[in-house]
């Protein structure tokens, strides 16, 4: 079995940027957000068993699921988010093992934002979270997007909190600081982590 280092932190906390890092030393990324579009693409099960269960009124002209449709409609529902939640679940996570299995780098480095909220803790060897204050995610987000304050903040306020992320990390990556010194940081997690891969 391959050797898996979950990467998470909080919205705008810096993982794509360290994701990236990664990668440049020969890693391979799994992204989450990725994999869990993929569940859903024309032709998937996923995507059969939700026009199966809301109609073909969630697709958009093109057979793409259509988003905002399926979000207006769960957004009243808790047992329809349930019923959501209980097909894409098993099929990201099967999806993201699958991918790891196919992986040739020497460890793999899966990107969730949602690492612990969503219990996938479990399913990697060693936990790494990127680490800024809520006033830096907030400043970086309105920097990088065009969404009000009240947004991001709402947003912050369903992540699971600073402390408990850092309370629950097996590695943590400061990033309070420069982009620049990311580099450094990353490099001696590679080497940690493919000395914990041989293992
Ligand atoms: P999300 O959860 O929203 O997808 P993320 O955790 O992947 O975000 P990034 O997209 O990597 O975070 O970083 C958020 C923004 O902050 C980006 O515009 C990125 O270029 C910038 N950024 C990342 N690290 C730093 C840093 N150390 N200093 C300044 N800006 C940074």
């Known amino acids: 079995a391959k050797f898996i280092v979950g990467l998470t932190g909080g919205i705008g906390s810096g ?14 990324l799994i992204d989450a957000d990725i994999v869990a579009r993929q569940v859903v693409e024309p032709g998937s099960l996923g995507l059969q068993q939700i026009t199966h269960h809301f109609g073909t009124g969630v697709l958009t002209a093109q057979g793409t699921l259509n988003r905002e449709k399926l979000r207006n409609i769960i957004f009243n529902s808790p047992s329809e988010l349930e019923w959501l939640n209980q097909l894409l679940h098993p099929l990201i996570r099967t999806k993201m093992l699958k991918d790891v299995e196919n992986a040739n780098s020497p460890y793999v480095l899966m990107v969730v934002p949602l690492l612990f909220e969503n219990g996938l803790d479990s399913l990697v060897n060693r936990t790494l979270v990127v680490d800024i204050s809520p006033e830096n995610q907030r400043k970086r987000v309105l920097a990088r997007d065009n969404s009000s304050p ?8 369903t992540q699971m909190g600073r402390q408990e992320k850092l309370s629950k990390a097996d ?3 400061d990033n309070q600081g420069q982009i620049s010194a990311l580099e450094q940081k990353v490099f001696a997690l590679h080497q940690k982590y493919l000395h914990l891969s041989k293992i």
């Open 171 to 173: 590695d943590v990556i």
């Open 15 to 28: 993982k794509t940027t360290v994701a990236t890092l990664f990668s440049e030393q020969g890693i391979e």
């Open 150 to 157: 009240e947004v991001i903040d709402s947003i912050i306020a």
